[in-house]
């Protein structure tokens, strides 16, 4: 099935510096990705829709300036925690859909990051 | 977006079948219903897809009632390796709709 690479898998950073997380999907093109976040012992939070070729769309309570994303190609999407600070470490996870009938998304593998 | 309840968890154990029921009352009509399971610290994984009545693969079972309004995921003769949370999903499939998740149930499969 198509997959959706995420990388790194794990950072630590030290607070104060930014952080950039990579998602591709690797056979399939993907207009349109997804970012969300992740707490301990807590569901998947949405934090932002990455649409190819123009700006992403947050949602509410997310700071764009904080959480840049980056969508250059059909096949990645980036994610830069800017001015990272402990309150930021989490799990991110991004998603992807291809295109067509199917309504399957997959999933990265995941960034567990750790600011300190 | 069509809103999701499951249960928080649910405890089983090996070879038993487990069935997680999952109710959205306001499914639309070009809504899917898709769960998917994730390991601590992994991504979510695809398990099953359905629109209406029964869908079977290799892993799992998804019922649908013909009102919609609930699905049940069911998951045979489960092992260990099957604790994990259960996310029940819903939405329309185009592409770029985004998927909002709910609270997921947590399955605990003991020997």
């Known amino acids: 099935g198509a997959v959706v690479s995420q990388h790194p898998s794990r950072v630590i950073c030290k607070s104060g510096t930014s952080v950039k997380i990579e998602c591709r999907s690797l056979d399939f093109q993907a207009t349109t990705m997804f970012w969300y976040r992740q707490f301990p012992k807590q569901s998947l939070m949405l934090m932002a829709t990455?649409?190819?070729?123009?700006?992403?769309?947050?949602e509410q309570g997310v700071e764009k300036d904080k959480f840049l994303i980056n969508h250059a190609s059909l096949t990645l999407s980036t994610l830069t925690v800017t001015s990272a600070h402990p309150e930021d470490s989490s799990f991110y996870i991004c998603?992807?859909?291809?295109?067509?009938?199917?309504?399957?998304?997959?999933f990265g593998q995941g960034t567990r990051l750790t600011v300190v | 977006l069509a809103k999701t309840t499951q249960p928080i968890s649910m405890d089983s154990y090996e070879g038993q079948e487990v069935n997680i029921t999952c109710s959205h009352n306001n499914i639309a009509t070009n809504d899917y219903i898709t769960w998917y399971q994730q390991f601590p610290s992994q991504g979510p994984r695809f398990i099953i897809q359905?629109?209406?009545t029964k869908v079977t693969n290799e892993v799992a079972s998804l019922f649908i009632p013909a009102d919609r309004k609930s699905s049940t995921l069911s998951l045979p003769r489960v092992s260990l390796s099957d604790t994990a949370v259960y996310y029940c999903?819903?939405?329309?499939?185009?592409?770029?709709?985004?998927?909002?998740f709910g609270g997921g149930t947590r399955v605990l499969v003991k020997p």
């Open positions: 359905g629109y209406k």
């Open positions: 999903l819903v939405g329309d499939g185009a592409a770029g709709n985004k998927l909002t």
């Open positions: 990455s649409n190819e070729g123009s700006k992403a769309t947050y």
């Open positions: 998603s992807a859909r291809a295109q067509g009938p199917t309504t399957e998304a997959f």
